[in-house]
Structure formats: C-alpha cells, structure tokens
C-alpha cells in the first residue's frame, strides 16, 4: 500500500473483527481520515446508500468486516447468506475497483469440506458442504473477479475478541449459568483472537512483496471445540460441568468439516506469519479480558 494512501473505510466496524481493525488503523496511522461505519451508518445491503458512502469517502482502502455468521441459520436462509457473504462483498469490490481502493475481505475455513487431516493450504480447493461455506466461497470468487489485481481475501477461523457474542463468551456464561455442555471433540480448528488477525492484515497490506490474492491467516496449532472450551475454563479456574459428544450425536443443522485447520502458507513464504499459537494467544486473551467477560456475563 502506498505511502500517500490515507483514506481508510471500514464497514461493519462495529464487528469483533471491524473494532479491531479500526483500533489498529489508528494506532499506525493516527493522520489518516479514517471511516468506521457500522450498520447503522452504512447498511451494506443498501447499495445507493453504499454508492453514496464510497463518493463522498473517496477510499483509498476498504475493509470488509460485514459478513452473515449464522452458519446452522443459514441452511433455512440460503438468500441472506449470499446477500451478505457474497453479493455485497462483490458489489464492495466493485465500488473500490471504481475508485482505485484496495479491497479487503475475510472468508473462512468452512470453504473446505471433509477429506483433510494436515492443515489445509491456500493451494487446496475450496469445496463447502454448508450453505454458509457455499456463500462465502462464492463470495471470494466474485471479490476477485470484480476487484481484480486489487483485492486480498483472507480466510479466517473461530474468531473471537472481547466484545460481541462468540464461542469464549457462549461457553463462560453457560458454565456460569451451571449448564451442562456437550461440546464437540471430533472437529478441529485454529481458534483465532481478532487482534493478531488485524495485525497481520495491516502487515499484509504493508508489505512491498504480498501479491493480492487469497491469504490464510490463523493461529498456529490446532485444538477441537471440546480442548477449546476445556483450556477456556481451566485458564479462568471455572467450574464447568463440560463433557465431549460427537459431531454424529450432536445433530447440528449445517454440517461442518470435521478437519479445517488452515496452513498460513502464503503468509509464511513472505515471511509475514506472525501468528502465535492458539493456547497462548487464547491465554493472552483470557488474561487481558477473562476477568471483565465474566462480570459481564454474571
Ligand atoms: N466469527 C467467526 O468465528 C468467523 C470465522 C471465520 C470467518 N469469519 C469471517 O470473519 C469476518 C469478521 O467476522 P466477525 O466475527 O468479526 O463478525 P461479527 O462480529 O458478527 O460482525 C459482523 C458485522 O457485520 C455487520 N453487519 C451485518 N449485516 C450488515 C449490514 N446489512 N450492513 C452493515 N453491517 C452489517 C454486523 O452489524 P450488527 O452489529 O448491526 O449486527 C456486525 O457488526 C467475516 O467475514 C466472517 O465471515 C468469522
């Protein structure tokens, strides 16, 4: 990204991900105009208002944070995941093309179907078995079509930061709650805190070297949802009444890919993964906010 780049728009930024990349945004560049526009500023399904927002920002970047997350929902509501993860993702792209900005999108490990056992490169192909994956797939494919040459996908997986709903804030307040959890133990994944995930987007985006294209970006290492949710509550000393179930026996609506850990592949090769591993980065977490999600959650 050029030095004289410094017109910065983030939509959805008031998502786990978009609050941290504002954050970030300006902490490294505290000159730069920055836009963070969340849902109500600028409904990204709304396409006049989207073209009215880019003419008058005039965005040298644009980061994507929007996205429909609802992966069970999204079997029963296959036209709102495409609105979402692939229809206004194309249409961002497109809008930044008209004027010149960089496109930043984020997509997931659930691109990838079954059939894997060793982390997953950005040299596989994509095959989703949910509508979920299926929207979002979709979704980088038009990214790339319609900002071509100028737009980075970043797949993504188990996101979760201090604020907004996600899987370490679920699992604290049902164990508070005294809740008994079945957690699944046969699917694997990289749990990744959205701050690491900024920062190496914006190290992406500031590297001479990184062509555009699609990118992996997730902790090192890899756990199942039952280990995460076990090292959740044995980091915070929280009695839990946890046992593990099987992904079979749980009967979730989508089905999910029972091995999805990414390989930062391309990211490594530039030499730009800088991502911790999953326990330590989970500990960092829990130890800068563990205390605050709790009472929050009381
Ligand atoms: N969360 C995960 O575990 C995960 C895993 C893999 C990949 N990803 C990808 O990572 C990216 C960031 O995810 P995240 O966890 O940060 O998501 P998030 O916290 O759910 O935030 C999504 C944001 O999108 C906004 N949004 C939804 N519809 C909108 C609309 N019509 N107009 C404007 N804003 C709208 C939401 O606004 P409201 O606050 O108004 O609802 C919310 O702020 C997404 O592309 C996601 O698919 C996430």
Redesign the pocket.
């Known amino acids: 990204m050029s030095e004289l780049c410094r017109r910065f728009l983030v939509?959805?930024?008031?998502?786990?991900?978009?609050?941290?990349l504002g954050l970030q945004l300006a902490s490294r560049w505290p000159d730069a105009e920055l836009y963070l526009?969340?849902?109500?500023e600028?409904?990204?399904?709304?396409f006049d208002q989207v073209a009215e927002v880019f003419a008058e920002v005039q965005p040298d970047l644009v980061l994507?944070?929007?996205?429909?997350?609802a992966v069970d929902l999204a079997e029963d509501e296959p036209d709102e995941a495409f609105?979402?993860?692939a229809m206004?993702?194309a249409h961002l792209a497109l809008n930044s093309a008209l004027c010149g900005a960089t496109f930043v999108?984020?997509?997931?490990?659930?691109v990838f179907g079954e059939g894997f056992t060793s982390p997953i490169s950005e040299m596989e192909v994509a095959s989703p078995n949910s509508v979920?994956g299926k929207s979002?797939r979709l979704?980088e494919e038009l990214v790339l079509q319609n900002n071509p040459g100028n737009s980075f996908v970043?797949?993504?997986?188990?996101?979760?930061?201090e604020?907004?709903?996600?899987?370490v804030r679920t699992m604290i307040r049902c164990a508070l709650q005294g809740r008994k959890l079945t957690v699944v133990e046969d699917q694997f994944i990289s749990?990744?805190w959205?701050r690491p995930?900024a920062t190496v987007t914006l190290d992406l985006l500031t590297s001479d070297h990184a062509p555009y294209g699609i990118y992996h970006a997730v902790t090192q290492g890899q756990c199942s949802w039952y280990e995460y949710a076990d090292t959740i509550f044995k980091s915070l000393n929280l009695d839990a009444d946890l046992s593990p179930v099987l992904q079979a026996d749980w009967g979730a609506k989508a089905p999910r890919p029972s091995y999805s850990v990414l390989d930062n592949m391309q990211l490594r090769v530039l030499g730009l993964d800088t991502m911790p591993d999953w326990k330590d980065s989970l500990e960092d977490f829990l130890t800068q906010y563990g205390e605050q999600i709790v009472s929050e959650e009381k």
Not at 105 to 110: E, K
């Open positions: 939509l959805g930024a008031h998502g786990q991900l978009g609050h941290e526009l969340g849902r109500a600028c409904d990204v399904t709304d994507n944070g929007t996205a429909y997350n609105r979402l993860n206004v993702p999108h984020y997509s997931t490990d659930y979920y979002k979704g970043i797949r993504c997986c188990g996101l979760y930061g604020r907004r709903a996600n899987f749990p990744t959205v995930l």
